[in-house]
């Protein structure tokens, strides 16, 4: 079993940075792969970002490729996302899943845990 707790979400204006960080209970976090994922009001819950359970191999959906950073550090259970030249769009609540596998998972039914999210509001 596996918690996790995200946090570091708030008001930002375009243009500027946030670090969302993901805690995880339990001995076997280094095992997970793990991903953030995101949904916008009236959207459905869309892929962001993965990490393999060694942190060595990530991907990142398009639209954050180049702002955004998936990391994780398995000495402290944490996964982070480092987000950079916010826009309007990335306005969202951001979840954190851990994967029952140590390879990437893209789609949300490859998640078996989730965090309870955070909100980032990008404003123009």
């Known amino acids: 079993q596996v918690q996790l707790v995200e946090s570091g979400g708030g008001l930002v204006q375009a243009g500027g940075s946030l670090r969302l960080s993901c805690a995880a209970s339990?001995?076997?976090?280094?095992?997970?792969?793990m991903g953030w994922f995101r949904q916008a009001p009236g959207k459905e819950r869309e892929f962001v970002a993965a990490i393999t359970s060694s942190g060595v191999i990530t991907n990142h959906t398009d639209s954050v490729k180049g702002r955004f950073t998936i990391s994780r550090d398995n000495a402290k259970n944490t996964m982070y996302l480092q987000m950079n030249s916010l826009k309007p769009e990335d306005t969202a609540v951001y979840y954190c899943?851990?994967?029952?596998?140590?390879?990437?998972?893209?789609?949300?039914?490859?998640?078996?845990?989730w965090g309870q999210g955070t909100q980032v509001t990008v404003t123009s």
């Open positions: 899943a851990a994967s029952t596998r140590p390879s990437l998972g893209f789609s949300y039914d490859e998640y078996a845990y």
């Open positions: 339990g001995r076997t976090f280094s095992r997970y792969a």
